[in-house]
């Protein structure tokens, strides 16, 4: 399954998308090659921050992409408000 065609199967609500965590963490894998939340917390910060910017990009929830990643909700607004 390609990048693209997750990004266009999951249901839009409102302006997020409705990912589930299990798209979310292959949404991952596929950015950055880490297979889970521990071996993403082992790469760098600036690996971190692109990753979280790219599925901000896609839409995906603060919320969600802290719970999937690791990193907490307050690192993720301020890497978003930063670009």
Known sequence: MTEESIL???PKIGR????SDKTV???IRM???V???SEFQRISRDEQKFVVLKL???????R???RVTGI?????????RGK
């Open 35 to 37: 297979q889970n939340g």
């Open 25 to 27: 963490a292959e949404m």
């Open 16 to 19: 997020r998308a409705a990912y």
């Open 8 to 10: 266009l199967d999951e």
């Open 72 to 80: 907490s909700k307050g690192v993720i607004e301020h890497w978003c």
């Open 64 to 66: 969600q992409i802290s």
């Open 56 to 62: 901000r990009e896609e839409r995906a929830p603060i």
């Open 31 to 33: 950015i950055c090659g």
